[in-house]
């Protein structure tokens, strides 16, 4: 039986009841050969290359398209295919539309919002600075003592996991069950203390329940889900999907396994291995991962989420054995070690792999930046080699733009301010692609030299870039066009701020560096800057620099930027650029802002798109009156957008008192199922365990001139889910 063979593949311990029904309800499978027709119930979500079905309706949804071949004369500036944009439009923030901000499909490459929607759960670091408690500090700068603690792993367990197992069994509407589906699987993921219980088990079984769905879209979160959930069968579950075995077809209840839920699949195996503690298993992924990139497939979809997931895998820095069953498979020796890796993904890049050939633009692009992550621990031979692949790439106009692209993005991630000559080499190259390259290049290669001269490398001299990668910097700064000052702006804040990481400073009284003139000079121009700047475009981006900057600063210089960064958000009305101020402001932990803060608060109530900025900047700053407030606000909401947006950002804010509210609202019938779904996903940020959000190790470094539809899409992309 079907069951049996499940069991088998799983280990010694059968299937629990739940998951065997669900499994003999499935329908009898087709041949795994041909493509077969998605059924026309599944939303009609396809990955490029799904076959359809005679009569049903063949729309694939529309996609904003990114980067594409360049071209002479397109859109935006001269040289430059892509988003149907030009100079001007580029500056637009583009309208909300969820909680926390745009949809990941309608920001615009261009503009330096973008980079920072992706990056900026890093920076913020929002459990350490608003769930836990600090130290006060001199002068009010520093963050107080906090007394709304997060919730207990008892009243988790007790309350917050049960009712969202009861979404999943009882609810029918799409958006809660989704929902619903992610908050489980953060919150309830087994790596609290001690071993995962019978909750575990009913949380796994609930999830792959959810797999037969009709709906595609329930579908493909649930294998995603699996991933985040990480516990007991979910390795097993999703690399069965990820290849689209009969047993995969028979848990999605389809004759096969349609192509996007492969792709959520590689994504959740992404975050299991990125999550796990044991080496074997991050080894075991990395081979599921490769098999899945060393097949042809008929679109890019489900490669690039492998290429993705392959790099969240981290490897040992010296070669170890993998698990028994492994060690005398065909990809045995790549997943050795980091530099095994490396040296399987350069063979690919430089063409002598078996299915070199096969590559995609777009699965080359996530190729390059998994290459980078893998290479950064190699040694110096090996990494000079790779640097040397990834600047022939960016500089070939033989290659796609978003190749280029790519390219670039993952010099940032591998080079360093050191002595080397590759080092110096990559430095100089990125220097020289801000003063010609085309405009997309030219805006990644600002944060490439920025992320990479704050890099301590080898050699004599570990940060010798510096001083000359914080000029071209500044000349971005000052000298760049409308649209390319605000890269610089914050370019020039995540130097610093990486810069003080390097130090092994972390925020709080007694942490200041002794800051160089240079330095000094770029924190009073980015003051001077913000204070000339009307543009409601790019004053976010010149607030979040000026507040980089000041990582590790003395308590008068942070003074002194507070006070900067309280008249911009004085004098800024626009929701978008308002918010970004009141989120420097937390960032800088400027305590004087408080009661502005609080009193801007209020006037967020009405404006969803604001309300999350500044209740995290309000969080990040400390006012015990916060938690307090939204639940109020929570209680007497009356538009769901309101809702939704006090909902989530009571999640963020990581406070235990709010979770009887949330579950109010969750229960009640008498609010709109999108309410209750955004009630859900509060639910789901605020118990996560993790030190930062789920989706945030594939959020960094990502290329996304190469996007594709279930990363970017305009249906149910993951950086949507939150």
């Known amino acids: 039986m079907l069951v049996t063979a499940l069991s088998l593949l799983l ?32 939303s009609g979500l396809r990955c490029e290359g799904d076959s359809v079905p005679p009569g049903a309706n063949n729309k694939i949804p529309e996609q904003k398209k990114f980067g594409g071949p360049s071209t002479p004369g397109a859109a935006g500036e001269p040289g430059q295919q892509g988003p149907n944009v030009g100079p001007d439009a ?30 900026r759960d890093g920076f913020l ?20 003592v ?19 197992l009861k979404i999943l069994g009882n609810e029918r509407s799409d958006d809660m069950i989704k929902a619903a589906l992610v908050a489980v699987a953060r919150i309830g993921d087994g790596r609290s203390a001690g071993p995962a219980g019978v909750a575990s088990q009913e949380i796994q079984d609930a999830i792959v329940l959810q797999l037969a769905s009709s709906s595609q879209e329930i579908s493909e979160t649930a294998a995603l889900a699996l991933g985040i959930f990480g516990e007991g069968e979910s390795f097993a579950l999703i690399d069965e999907l990820l290849k689209g075995t009969q047993v995969g077809a ?16 590689a994504f959740g195996l ?33 490669p690039v989420a492998a290429m993705l997931a392959l790099g969240q895998c981290r490897l040992p820095a010296r070669p170890t054995l993998p698990p028994r069953e492994l060690r005398g498979h065909v990809f045995a020796e790549a997943v050795m070690s980091n530099s095994g890796m490396a040296l399987w993904l350069l063979d690919r890049l430089k063409g002598t792999g078996a299915d070199a050939g096969a590559q995609s633009p777009k ?21 000079a080699e790779v640097l040397d692949r990834l600047c022939a790439e960016a500089r070939s106009r033989r290659q796609a733009s978003e190749v280029r692209s790519a390219a670039v993005v993952a010099i940032g991630e591998l080079a360093t301010s050191g002595s080397t000559d590759a080092d110096r080499a990559a430095l100089q190259f990125l220097v020289k692609l801000i003063e010609s390259s085309q405009p997309l290049e030219r805006r990644l290669g600002t944060m490439a030299l920025a992320q990479a001269s704050a890099r301590a490398g080898p050699g004599d001299h570990p940060l010798g870039g510096v001083e000359s990668a914080a000029g071209t910097l500044q000349r971005v700064f000052l000298r760049g066009g409308s649209s390319e000052r605000p890269w610089g702006a914050l370019a020039l804040g995540v130097q610093a701020y990486y810069l003080s990481k390097a130090a092994g400073l972390s925020k709080g009284p007694g942490n200041a560096i002794t800051p160089s003139a240079k330095l000094l000079f770029q924190r009073a121009q980015l003051r001077k800057g913000l204070a000339k700047q009307k543009n409601v475009a790019t004053i976010g981006a010149y607030a979040l620099g000026l507040a980089l900057a000041h990582e590790g600063a003395a308590a008068t210089d942070k003074m002194q930027a507070g006070e900067a960064l309280l008249d911009a958000y004085a004098r800024t009305a626009e929701g978008g650029a308002r918010g970004h101020v009141a989120l420097a402001l937390g960032m800088l932990g400027y305590e004087p802002a408080k009661d502005s803060l609080f009193e801007g608060l209020t006037e967020a109530l009405s ?15 400390g006012d015990d009156r916060l938690t307090p407030r939204l639940i109020e606000a929570l209680i007497a909401a009356r538009s769901h957008g309101s809702r939704a947006a006090i909902a989530v950002s009571l999640g963020t804010i990581g406070d235990r008192r709010a979770v009887g509210p949330l579950l109010e609202v969750v229960a009640s019938d008498a609010h709109p199922t999108a309410s209750r779904a955004m009630a859900i996903v509060g639910l789901g940020v605020l118990c996560e365990e993790r030190e930062l959000p789920w989706r945030s190790p594939m959020a960094h470094a990502l290329p996304y001139s190469a996007m594709t539809a279930t990363l970017g899409g305009s249906v149910n992309p993951i950086f949507d889910l939150l």
């Open 250 to 265: 028979a848990l999605v209840g389809r004759g096969q396994v349609p192509s996007r839920t492969q792709a959520f699949a």
């Open 90 to 119: 580029s500056l637009l923030p583009p309208p909300p539309s969820t909680p926390i901000g745009p949809s990941i499909a309608t920001y615009d490459p261009l503009h330096w919002s973008y980079w920072w929607r992706l990056e």
């Open 11 to 42: 280990g010694a311990t059968l299937l629990s009841p739940t998951l065997a029904a669900a499994t003999l309800a499935a329908p009898t499978l087709a041949p795994m050969t041909a493509p077969v027709p998605v059924k026309a119930q599944d």
């Open 125 to 144: 670091d929002l459990r350490q600075q608003v769930r836990f408690r600090h130290e006060v500090g001199p002068i009010g700068v520093s963050a107080v």
């Open 146 to 164: 906090r007394t709304d603690l997060p919730p207990s792993r008892a009243v988790v367990d007790s309350t917050v996991v049960p009712a969202l």
């Open 363 to 383: 699965e080359r692009a996530f190729s390059m930046v998994a290459l980078s992550h893998f290479a950064a621990t190699s040694g110096g031979a090996l990494r």
């Open 607 to 621: 404006r969803p798109s604001l309300l999350w900025h500044t209740a995290v900047g309000l969080g990040l700053v």
């Open 270 to 302: 992404g975050v299991l291995a990125y999550d796990a503690p044991d080496v074997g298993q991050r080894q075991r992924a990395a081979v599921a991962l490769l098999e899945t990139v060393s097949q042809p497939h008929s679109g890019p979809d489900v």
